[in-house]
Structure formats: C-alpha cells, structure tokens
C-alpha cells in the first residue's frame, strides 16, 4: 500500500508544480504585456509649428487608443534631443525614440525619395503631395531601402513652395538672378542656380535671423512656414509658383519599435501607419497656409501670382536639374525616369480627379 501511495504522490507533485510555474510565466507575460511604455518624441521645430501643434498630437492620442492606453509619448521641441542635422543619427542611436526630419538635411541619404524634391514636383497641395510622397515609397523597393536602418512610420510633404522675400519682388523671371535664397535640399540648390540665383542651406529655424541681419534676400519655402516660423513682420513679398517642395520623414528606432507587441504592431500598421498620417500631415499643412496667406496680406505682404508665361521660363531653365536626378539614378542602376514618370502620373492622375470634381 504504502509502495502505491508512492506512486501516485509524485505525478500529483509534478502536476501541481508545473501548473504553479505556468500561473506564474502566464501572469510574468500578461505584465510584460500590460506595462506602460514612454517613448521620447523629438521635433526640431518649436512648439508654434502647426506639426507640433496639430499632427504630432493626433497621432500620440491614436497610437494611445489602439494600443489600450499602454503606449504613450514624452514630446520634446525645438531640437532639445537634437537639432535639424542631428535627428536622424539621433533616431537610429535610440536617443530618439521617434522623430521627424527634413530628408534635405541628410546629403547623399535618401537620393531616390528627392524625386519630389524635383523641380516642379509640387502641382497639388501639401495632402496631395504627401499622399505620392508615401505611394512611391509603398510601390518602389528603392525606396522603401533607403529606410533600412529605421522604422519609418510616414512621409509627408509641405504645402507647394514660393519665393518669400525682403526688400526685393520676384514679378519676373529675371528678378530671381542673384538673389541668395535658403533652400534645404541639394535638388532645390540646383534649381536655384539653374535660375541664377545663390542658394543658401541652412535650418528654416534660422531663417528669421538670416533674413533680419541681411544674410540671405529670402528663401524658397512653403507659405505654411510664414506662421511657422514668425515671418510675417519680416517678409514684404511672396512668389507664387508651385517651383518644388520638400519632404519630411517620421521614423522610430528599429528597437523602440520592438517594445511593442505583435499585435498592436499590426494594430498601428493597419489603421494609421502609412497613407493616412501622411495625407493627415499634409493636410494639417494646408489649412496652416491658409492661415498664413490670410495674415500676411493682412499685414501688408503682397503676394505675387505669376503669369503662365513666366512660370514656363523657371520650368526651362531647370530642365537640366530633372535630368541630372535621372542620371544619377542611372548609375546607381535605378531606373529614375520610372519613378520620375509614376510621380507624374500620380500627379497628373489628382489633377484629373480634382477637375471631374469641380465639373460635377
């Protein structure tokens, strides 16, 4: 009897052990899970601009509601993790949990997404913009390699550039020759010598200054930035023309991104990654321009809409700069024209859109 007992007596040990050790793995994984993570935000920019004020929150208060309230952020501004030439190794290195940059600020990163950097790349709104902006990357594996070293959460683009300037009206093609103009890109440099003016690179925060103390005449900027940045007592002129824009990226750290679960990777992937913050971006950037257009003309700055004509002579003199990209692209054995022509044809393809709207 007592050899019996025995017996039995070790599997019910046995049993009543490993269901202790699975409570207890089952209830370790279940905390695991429902701990709060704090990711660090970094923005270059201050606390007025209307990327700040309007995208970045939206998106924290989605990424907190898909996530149950476990996922939240921890919001710095104006480059205190990082200025604008720092962001990007500043993600990648993980001092940045997540942060937005200028691609421009990053020479030689990210050649094939410049494409709408392009001159004349910018016929449609900011939303416009940043809906091709985030299809090219979702339709060309060059693209989407050029974000190897991140979780890329979108791109967006600005609202169309002008020409903003101090003292000095650009009503004519000719007006532009020699004027030094701050350009955040290496395509928008090349335009702008095309054109025969001085390009100038630095951080739009620092354009205030450039222009007050006679640095730069003026910049090539969307007209959002006119609010953005405070320039409204400080510019007298703005050329309209849909001359380019530039392109921004949100990107995580790879291991930031790993902190969250499967499924609510999935969840984010889903429901807000991608095509609708881009077109959120974007969209929040042209309601800014018109809040920037109404309160520089109220404030006495003119703004300049150019004659078709003169428009077309900006177009042919930076030709050349679309085909140099295309070269580029070429020996780096992209087919760049590809990619070219499907920016176009997305573009050409809104443009269509809009004008059956208008019709019906």
């Known amino acids: 009897m007592a050899k019996n007992r025995f017996i039995w007596t ?7 052990l490993v269901i202790g ?30 990327q700040n004020k309007e995208t970045f929150p939206y998106f924290m208060e989605e990424v907190e509601k898909l996530t149950n309230g476990r996922v939240k952020f921890r919001m710095y501004l104006g480059g205190v993790l990082g200025g604008p030439n720092e962001t990007l190794d500043n993600i990648i290195t993980g001092l940045m949990d997540v942060g937005r940059g200028i691609h421009g600020y990053n020479a030689g990163k990210y050649p094939v997404t410049a494409v709408m950097n392009l001159p004349f790349m910018a016929e449609g709104t900011g939303e416009e913009l940043s809906i091709i902006a985030q299809k090219l990357h979702d339709t060309f594996p060059e693209i989407q390699g050029e974000y190897d070293d991140v979780k890329l959460l979108w791109i967006h683009a600005a609202d169309p550039y002008a020409i903003i300037t101090k003292g000095k009206a650009v009503r004519k093609f000719e007006d532009v020759k020699g004027l030094r103009l701050r350009t955040p890109s290496e395509e928008g440099s090349r335009m702008l010598l095309s054109w025969g003016a001085t390009p100038v690179s630095l951080p739009a925060p620092d354009i205030y200054d450039a222009i007050q103390k006679g640095v730069i005449d003026g910049g090539v900027l969307p007209i959002a930035a006119i609010k953005d940045f405070n320039l409204t007592d400080i510019v007298d002129y703005v050329t309209v023309g849909y001359f380019n824009t530039n392109m921004f990226y949100v990107s995580m750290n790879k291991k930031s991104w790993e902190k969250l679960t499967p499924e609510e990777q999935e969840l984010l992937e889903e429901n ?3 095509l609708p913050m881009a077109q959120y971006a974007g969209h929040v950037y042209d309601e800014q321009k018109k809040r920037a257009e109404e309160e520089a003309k109220a404030a006495g700055v003119e703004f300049i809409y150019l004659p078709e004509q003169e428009i077309e002579k900006f177009k042919a003199a930076s030709k050349g700069v679309i085909e140099n990209w295309i070269r580029q692209m070429d020996t780096k054995g992209i087919d760049g024209r590809k990619i070219y022509n499907e920016a176009r044809r997305l573009m050409e393809e809104i443009k269509k859109e809009k004008g059956e709207e208008s019709n019906e």
């Not at 070790?10 to 009543?16: A, M, N, R, S, V």
């Open 10 to 16: 070790i599997p019910i040990t046995t049993i009543i």
């Open 272 to 274: 807000l990654l991608g």
């Open 21 to 50: 050790l699975l409570a207890v793995a089952i209830s370790t994984g279940a905390d695991e899970k429902s701990e709060e993570v704090i990711f660090n935000f970094g923005s270059m920019d201050g606390p007025v601009h209307v």
